[in-house]
């Protein structure tokens, strides 16, 4: 129902492909570099603007071609902005890439707030999705049985309960019985520990489970009394907590309250929610030359949709927003989101200089291989997966969404740490794109 509009909507953001043989495309009216859309021979000929360009070298799909001659220094422009300048002099037709092109980027950049708002793309409509309603308000797009350790001293213990209770209980009415494993809540000091409890507590609240059980040891940093500060108000019938040295046999004990979590979740029933519920992250992978041409684009034009309608998508991984920063604080709905942004950016690159790490290392191999030459040229394709909507807010690490629309989230240049995050702040779903493929 939806995508015929979407797809109508990224047809207009882009320039028509050669359409002889939709060999290549130009992304904007001021790009002075081409997209190769399948791989071009060395002596093609490529036709832009009325002009016939040789092509001097092989173009490997994804990777960019000059339309016009190019002096050092001159500015490289896709997406209608700058991905860098020319390190040489680069003739119309050679490849434009790593050896001949470097970034524009630097360290710490004053802003200055200049909002460009655009307009709503999408009418909204009565749309609902079949969703669970939590007693809390939150509506969770499955219905899980979890269990979340305090530490991962115990994550073998978890695992056995689970066996245990799958062996003997077919379970199909719900639709999953898992463990959050993972290595922290212990060794751990200052912020490092109370973004373990952030993170712990934003899961055992999350809707799209049915029933937690909290499982600690007993002696770790992060004990359960420090562990429900952050949790805050909860569900008890939901929500149960063991502690492994506090009983004689814990997988005994694990199974038993896993059994009471399941006979008050298994009747829930979904119902109909208005898409306002919806929270969608927005998370991209082994990023290539397309990906911010066909994928990316295409999602941003979903999340707008999804805005449109009062929902709610989140915009992540903060240094693959660096070089087009700018382009999102000129969304932001006011001057304070604007210097929640700002902090945002500048701060990840105070992280990186602190520890003497260079703030633009990326593109990673894999990227350049696909055909992105300079961050700049990644973050213009990454940020297109947040469409042109208003950017409501900018949520720090393990912080729950607090207003529907667009939001920014802390999180770095992980996919497995910033898609963590995205669940983390209560997206009940992540729409993940790939150019090279990832898992």
């Not at 191999?365 to 394709?381: C, D, R, W, Y």
Request: glycine residues 10%.
């Amino acid at each position: 129902m939806i995508t015929p509009q979407i797809t109508n909507e990224f047809n207009a953001l882009t320039e028509t492909p050669n359409e002889k043989n939709m060999s290549f495309i130009r992304i904007n009216k001021l790009d002075n570099v081409i997209v190769a859309l399948k791989d071009l021979p060395k002596g093609d000929i490529v036709e832009m603007d009325g002009n016939r360009i040789n092509l001097a070298n092989d173009i490997p799909r994804g990777h960019k071609i000059a339309l016009k001659d190019l002096s050092e220094g001159t500015d490289i422009i896709r997406y209608g902005n700058p991905i860098g300048h020319a390190s040489k002099a680069i003739k119309a037709g050679e490849h434009v890439h790593i050896h001949n092109t470097e970034t524009n980027l630097s360290g710490i950049i004053s802003y200055t707030f200049n909002q460009k708002l655009n307009p709503v793309k999408y009418e909204k409509k009565s749309i609902f999705f079949k969703g669970y309603q939590r007693a809390n308000g939150k509506v969770g797009i499955r219905n899980e049985l979890w269990i979340v350790p305090t530490v991962g001293c115990v994550n073998g213990i978890a695992d056995l309960i689970v066996n245990r209770f799958k062996a003997e209980n077919a379970a199909t009415d719900i639709d999953n019985v898992q463990v959050f494993k993972h290595s922290y809540g212990c060794s751990q000091i200052g912020d490092d520990l109370v973004n373990t409890q952030k993170a712990l507590a934003d899961l055992i609240q999350h809707p799209n489970a049915g029933g937690v059980l909290v499982f600690g040891l007993g002696c770790e940093n992060n004990q359960i009394e420090y562990l429900k500060k952050y949790i805050g108000e909860y569900d008890e019938s939901r929500v149960k907590f063991l502690v492994a040295q506090e009983v004689e046999d814990e997988v005994e004990e694990g199974y038993k309250v896993l059994l009471d979590l399941y006979e008050t979740m298994r009747h829930d029933q979904r119902v109909e929610c208005p898409l306002s519920d919806l929270k969608i992250g927005l998370q991209c992978g082994g990023t290539d030359g397309l990906s911010g041409i066909t994928a990316n684009p295409l999602v941003g034009a979903l999340s707008d949709y999804v805005v449109a309608q009062g929902g709610t998508t989140v915009l992540t991984e903060v240094p693959e927003m660096f070089g087009a920063e700018h382009l999102l604080m000129e969304r932001a709905q006011n001057e304070e989101v604007f210097e929640e942004i700002v902090e945002m950016i500048n701060d990840f690159k105070e992280f990186f200089i602190s520890h003497d790490l260079p703030v633009y290392e990326n593109p990673s191999p894999g990227n350049k291989a696909g055909g992105i030459t300079t961050l700049e040229e990644k973050s213009l394709g990454c940020i297109e997966k947040g469409g042109s909507a208003t950017i409501v807010d900018a949520l720090d690490y393990g912080e729950s969404i607090k207003r529907n629309g667009l939001n920014l989230l802390y999180a770095p240049g992980n996919d497995l740490v910033a898609t963590s995050a995205l669940g983390f702040s209560g997206c009940q779903i992540t729409v993940f794109t790939t150019g090279r493929g990832t898992p």
